[in-house]
């Protein structure tokens, strides 16, 4: 579904990722996981399409085509999925005036019809559910106000919503009490489907606990310097980066 | 045409009005006029000198000449009146073509006892004693030359008239509508708003232009608000695209008294609105709120005053301007509190959203304050469409022109739902959503 090939890229004229390799299968999960700063989130936004990062060399792949070319929403439309670590705040505008068109452009995109205000508030329904997400919250300016929890249950809403192919969740897990966490996991689990990846972003074990992974990727300096199965998280979790650190240093 | 010329334009206008104008009208009216005349011949035209006008030419229309348009004289679609200026067709209201009242578009049944919604043209036929009293006390027209202007040239208008205690919860829309023809039109529309003590009203100024002729409509509204009397009242301006729109509102509350005054500009070439506000009685309250959408070469000026004259009044404006083109907004908010005016609570905010790199804006608060133990506060913000948020639309698969509209409407929301007129709200959000959806 999804190959990275030596994928470089800066931000503000900074190397970032320095040659990336991953290929993620339809079905899959992989967590990528790393310390600060080893450019977790600039890989995921460099894949959603964020125009001021700057890809010097490299290719991704996706479903047959050259990703890189595409802008963010046809991205979206070909059915790639960002949850942010950051949601944005805007003022003005609520989580289902923008989702319902958000999700009628996608689907004309992909030549379904468009889904009328009865059929959409039905789908909202079913879909708030999932994440144990108050109504009253989608009416809302979307994410004003939110806690942390509740804008990481949005943007978990907009991903079952949205229906995508390739789903990339920038740690989502951060600033999220246990209840929370176990919400958003259980979100994420439902939408696990056999014609569908997820790559999961996140900084700490923890979060692998209740989402499973089938493959593990430990960024460090812009590049995945190991991969395996899901032990890897808990070697990491008791030794910690610096023992791949030090082995990185010593291979280079 | 030289600033001069055409001062004596208006001024061998007027010689003319006044041998022309029917015999045995009252003679307050011509005193009045008189002395508005004697006025816009010593002030002239302001400039960029006068630091009220810094921002804005009015060299639009010094340098061109208008004559008065005696109503239309083609046939109006009166379906299309209403529909373009926001007005339900159950509504009360009185229209105006070119300033002259249309007793055929307009609907005054169904008022409560005492209230009065009339013609200014009929009330002065009548002869009403009323009118000789109010008609001039608040307008300024010694000090702005528009006022001087309209008050020389007055002659139709609207009359609005809430008895004490009486609450009329029907908004009443004063429709405005410019029609320029072969020669180019102006009107100088006269409007006095009368509220009793405890009384409660809706008014809506609606200004469109009918075509994308040049014409000049210069308007001119006093408000009272007796004591307690609560008030919404709404400026709506749609006028063409060659349209120049001058428009006052000099507005007097009395003791807790509370008025809302919305200003919404929607089009035009130049517009220029005037909000005076003198808070004349202990606890007044004034709400002002403003929304400008420039686009094109259209120049929108807001020139907002509030005079905290007594103990314990408040007020707090919003102005928000989205410009496009190569559109230009000016926004001035002045506030002067006076000596008396202790415990005075003024803020005021104005936030632009700049959409292209050709438009401009200019902000200025002026605060004037004379009391000691006041809260005042105020903050302008001048931006573009956040890149962020324009990226988190475009992720969830929303195109970049989509993404764009969508915020642009965003930013104008929230001086949108201060509209207490539902429909009215539901029309704005309406023209809105499709104009920002405009490639």
Redesign the interface.
Known sequence: MLDIKNLHAKVSNQEILRGINLHVGAGEVHAIMGPNGSGKSTLAHVL?????YEVTSGEVIYQGKDLLTM???A???EG???A?QY??E????STT???K???N??RK?RGLEELDAMEFLALMKEKTKLVEMDQVLINR?LNEGFSGGEKKRNEVL?MAV?DPTLALLDETDSGLDIDALRVVAGGVNALRRKDRAIIVITHYQRLLEYIVPDFIHVLYNGRVVKSGTKELALQLESKGYDWLKSETAAVQ | MLATESKEQYLAAFNQSRSTRSAGGPSWLEELREAGIASFEALGFPSHKNEAWKFTSVEPISSQSFVHANGAAQSLDANEILSRSFVDAESCRLVFINGVYAPEFSRTQDLPAGVRVQSLAKMVRQNDDFLSVHLGRYARHQHEAFAALNTAFVEDGAVIIVPERCRLTQPVYLVFASVAGERQVMSHPRILILLGAASEAKIVESYIGLNSGTYFCNALTELIGGPDALIEHYRLQQEGDAGLHVGTLEADLERGCQLTAHAVTLSGSLVRNNVHVVLDGEGAACVLNGLYLGDKRQHIDNYTEIEHAKPRASSLELYKGILGGSSHGVFNGKIIVHKDAQKSDARQTNKNLLLSANAAVNTKPQLEIYADDVKCSHGSTIGQL????L??????????E??RS??S??????VVARIKIDSLRQRLDDYLVARFRKP
């Not at chain 1, 959603?48 to 001021?52: I, K, M, P, S, V």
């Not at chain 1, 805007?90 to 505008?93: E, K, L, N, S, T």
């Not at chain 2, 956040?386 to 948020?389: C, E, F, G, L, S």
């Open positions: 959603a399409g964020r125009e001021n802008s963010p929403e991205r979206a439309r790639i999925f960002l942010f949601p944005v805007i003022p003005g505008v005036y923008f989702l068109a958000a999700l452009a996608v995109h300016p907009q949205l | 956040d890149a962020d948020a990226f988190y639309l475009r992720t969830r698969g929303l195109g970049l989509e993404a969508i915020l409407f965003a930013f104008a929301s929230d």
